[in-house]
């Protein structure tokens, strides 16, 4: 074996302080297979050493939690005996490399995450961000992430039900692709990764290893170059057929009690898997590489540690349980090794070829791994601009059509309609609404979930943008008639040792934390993905959130459509005529400067609240979230969905009206309202001190702002169907 | 009436028309691939999804499975056999209908809601719904597009085969409303003994009012 | 003894993987492609030492597995290792 010296070390991806520190932990120089499973350790996708003491600071408890951040995904309690458990990952770096099978394998990953945990995987949700459509790569990228989401998840036969989809130059050099899983379980059915018993089996389930991904781990913490495209071998190829063969012989297994612990291999495999679980139960590891099923021949044991074929997991069994695993295993057509046992050691060691050639303390993997408390700057909100100028000459009608039509908001049909959106026939809301709902399956309650985030606002202010993102996710789990109850996160950054990109990363955990806190709505998994750069350009700070609600009885599942014509449309919320940041200033006027809208907490949750009990009270028709577009865009959204109009009057100049329509002001939703209930609600409204603004009423056919526009239901379908549509023709 | 469900590695609907046959009384074993023997059946299901992970040709490796002998024996003396999606893909595989499935047109896999018409309602699949009737039941494929030759077609015809076809709301069969290319808009055929089904649409999406529509119900019915 | 399958469309037979693949690689500037059919090959190796024997057997399996008559054509040959 070479000889291990800080130029390889280096050439790794550690520092030359890192390496030092691994000699001191040693008590030696480590030889290659040992540096290799450090440097795969304590790179920043499995150590997390930049964000770390960071994300110590958000909530992970409210009444419902049952496990935080720190295993493969986090638990709420949804009533009953039932647990759902839920997380959210990214994939970036391989999907711009390779989009389909890193937007597949990204899938695969994270729905391991979740059965690994005694789960079965109920729905899949994605975050999906390109950069701008006239970019060369941006087509490509598009329809290989698509496909490979599809590929996988419908394969696998996991509904994917949610997601967001967005364009922006800032992703030209890197995409975001962020997976998000979520399964049902019983609480006292729920598997963790901490392993216990000394002289346990630790064994090997489901594909073989070969050559893939090595080095992946170090991939993801890097930054792009021009050589990015002879980094194409490191990319891990998914098969969905065999994950799905592994789920059934993993939760058929786990019916019966001979499983102590269970983690699957993701980002650098065997070696994360296997120390995670050791270093949990504070135990040590052996494992006899020989026995490790290989699909190539001659492997090397840093091969085997470091490469990442997927579809595989790790379990450590009771003993004598064995043979009855066995069965299972191959019954299903898997691959099952007895690979090693656990022991008191608390080190990882490795034998191969009858020697041994790792021993490393195990604590020094995981633990003690490095944490930086890297520089930062703190983003201050950016002086308000005055729109008035650059909005009093623009037309209503044109805007609203310009923002119809535009690759970001409209129908994204295009794209949830290659997910298998309805398979395991659980699905009751289906994408396109503000959130999606599964059924809990056998069950008179749902699942409700949305991924949101605008990232836009965190660039221009990361604090309000984070705090921001999480509301949304709460509004948009309100407007279908759910109860919030945690989120997962994907904090997707640039390079965290400039200060200027640590400063937007403290700046968004710390505007989460404040949203979380107000909305008792903690976080319970996440990931974060760093270094997405390409020759020095970051993306915008993008911290994509993904909240999950529970709906106590589907049957009061609330939507957007409108339900009738004659009944009354109203504003619940303040409207202050904030546009900075706004779609209207930012695409239609192409202006990126100024602060994002401001957040008020208080309103959030009382706003919230107030909707929430309106739909339980059964007193609206259809409820939306107002976002991006403002009222005009979320009524319009209305109307399309149910093929029903509205007439709406908004009073004023051109300026005014235009700040009512388009304005992002937070914490508002659009409500329809039959005209026998108006009363109640208004009184409710006093009596809470709610703002509620009646606009209008539903009419056939067409929609209408008094005075300002008139166009058909169908034109404006016709406008915001067209780009998808069109992008894809040649 | 008694109904088996086959299980291969990589089904994903086979828990999912279960549930939709138990709805309309039908008791309902599943089966697993590898088994010898199918249980006593009046009806045969291979649900859909991907088997084999649609490996070589979809439902190609599935139609090999030892228990496919036994679905074959099954159908020879008149029992009924329904595929559905990937089970359809099995059937025309396995040559108990001909025909082929191929990658849709647009090269694209697709779920949404689409309209059938009712060519042929007298088959034991159709019975409960009136002749030219129009069904709204989702599709969810890769692989829909049915091809057969032109000899085949005429022959399909003649024998009142083509039980559903792709149509507008209104049950008019336009090039427009065929989401896969499929060569007259064959959406669903019948064996020429009529105890074979295979389909692309899923019925059992479409039997649970909350999951938005009851026009699948009417194929459970007409087996019943 | 190690053998090539080529499994190709019949002749007459739709291929839309084909023709989006002739349209992308003309999009690359790739000009002058009249035609471009997707298909397959297999590379087997089996223990057999007849080569008739070996190519008898690898007929089987098209007719059998690799190739679906229907709208399929193969063709099998042994390669030199």
Sequence with gaps: MQEVNQEIAIKHGLTAEEYKKIIKLMGRNPNLVELGIFSAMWNEHCSYKSSRIWLQTLPTKNKYVIQGPGENAGVVDFGDGDVVIFKIESHNHPSYIEPYQGAATGVGGILRDVFTMGARPVANLNSIRFGS????????????????????????????????????????????????????????????????????????????????????????????????????????????????????????????????????????????????????????????????????????????????????????????????????????????A??????????????????????????????????????????????????????????????????????????????WEQYDHMVMTDTIQKPGGDSA???????????????????????????????????????????????????????????????????????????????????????????????????????????????????????????????NTENIIAVIGETSGHLSQSALIYDVVGDKKGPPPQINLKAEKKNGLFVSDLIKGKLVNAVHDISHGGIIITLAEMCMASNIG?????????????????????????????????????????????????????????????NDLKISVKELKMKNESWFKNYNKN | MKASVIVFPGSNCDRDVKISLEKFGIKTSMVWHADAKLPKSDLVVLPG????????????????????????????????????????????????????????????????????????????????????????????????????????????????????????????????????????????????KGNVFGLMPHPERAADELLGGMDGSLIFKSLK | MKLQVIVTLKKDVLDPQGSAIKSSLSNMGFKNIESLRQGKTFEIIVKEKDEKVALSKAKDMCEKLLANLTIEDYSVKSIKE
């Design chain 1, 133 to 336: 459509p006239n970019h060369e790569k941006t087509k490509y990228l598009l329809n290989g992430v698509v496909s490979g989401i599809g590929g996988y998840g419908n394969c696998i036969g996991v509904p994917t039900v949610g997601g967001e989809t967005e364009f922006d130059e800032c992703y030209n050099g890197n995409i975001l692709v962020n997976a998000m899983n979520i399964g049902v379980a019983k609480k006292n059915k729920v598997f963790y990764s901490i392993a216990s018993g000394i002289g346990n089996p630790v064994v090997y389930v489901g594909s073989k290893t070969g050559r893939d991904g090595i080095h992946g781990a170090t991939m993801a913490s890097a930054e792009f170059d021009e050589d990015s495209e002879s980094k194409k071998p490191t990319v891990q190829v998914g098969d969905p057929f065999t994950e799905k063969l592994l789920l059934e012989a993993c939760l058929e297994l786990m019916q019966r009690k001979s499983i102590v612990s269970i983690q699957d291999m993701g980002a650098a495999g065997l070696t994360s898997s296997s120390i995670e679980m050791a270093s949990k139960g504070d135990l040590g590891i052996k494992i006899n590489l020989n026995l490790i099923p290989c699909r190539e021949n001659n492997m090397t044991p840093y091969e085997i540690m470091l490469s990442e074929s997927q579809e595989r997991m790790l379990m450590v069994l009771k003993k004598g349980k064995e043979k009855e695993a066995r069965k299972i295993f191959e019954k299903w057509g898997l691959d099952f």
């Design chain 1, 338 to 415: 007895i690979i090693g046992k656990l022991t008191n050691s608390k080190r990882l060691e490795l034998e191969f070829n009858k020697k041994n050639v790792c021993s490393i303390p195990i604590h020094s993997l995981g633990d003690n791994a490095p944490k930086y408390k890297r520089d930062f700057i703190t983003y201050s909100y950016p002086k308000i601009i005055n729109r008035d100028s650059d909005i009093e000459k623009l037309d209503i009608k044109n805007s609203l059509i310009k923002i119809l039509s535009h690759h970001n908001y409209s129908n994204k049909s295009w794209v």
């Design chain 1, 437 to 563: 709902v599964v059924r809990y399956h056998g069950k008179n309650k749902g699942i409700a979930a949305t991924v949101d985030c605008v990232p836009r606002y965190c660039k221009a202010h990361p604090k309000s943008g984070a705090m921001q993102a999480v509301c949304e996710t709460w509004r948009n789990l309100i407007s279908v008639g759910a109860q919030p109850i945690a989120i997962t996160n994907c904090l997707n950054f640039g390079n965290p040792e400039k200060k200027e990109i640590m400063g937007q990363f403290v700046d968004s955990i710390n505007g989460m934390k404040e949203a979380c806190e107000a909305l008792n709505y903690p976080v319970i998994s996440g990931n974060v993905s760093l270094y997405n750069e390409t020759n020095g350009v970051a993306i915008y700070p993008t911290p994509t959130i993904g909240g999950v609600g529970l709906l106590k009885n589907i049957n009061n599942m609330m939507t957007f459509n409108f339900k």
């Design chain 1, 646 to 706: 509205a007439k709406i009057k908004v009073t004023g100049s051109n300026i005014d009206k235009i700040k009512y329509l388009f304005s992002e002001d937070q914490a508002r939703y659009l409500i329809e309202i039959s005209k026998k209930n108006l009363e109640k609600i208004k009184k409710i409204a006093n009596t809470k001190n709610i703002k509620i603004d009646i606009i209008g009423k539903t009419q056939s056919e067409i929609f209408e702002v008094e």
């Design chain 2, 49 to 192: 999804g991907f088997s084999y992970g649609d490996y070589l040709r979809c439902g190609s490796i599935a139609s090999k499975s030892r228990i496919m002998k036994e679905v074959i024996a099954h159908s020879k003396k008149g029992g009924l056999v329904m595929g559905i999606c990937n089970g359809f893909q099995i059937l025309v595989e396995s040559k108990l209908l001909p025909g082929v499935l191929i990658r849709n047109i647009n090269l694209k896999f697709i779920c949404k809601n689409i309209t059938v018409k009712v060519t042929n309602n007298k088959t034991n699949f159709t019975s409960k719904t009136n002749r030219n009737s129009v069904l709204e039941i989702p599709i969810a494929h890769n692989e829909g597009n049915y091809f057969a030759n032109k000899d085949l077609i005429n022959e399909l015809e003649d024998n009142n085969q083509i039980v559903l076809q792709y149509c507008d709301a209104s049950g008019n069969i336009t090039k427009q409303c065929n989401p896969n290319g499929s060569i007259n808009n064959i959406a669903g055929i019948v064996s020429k």
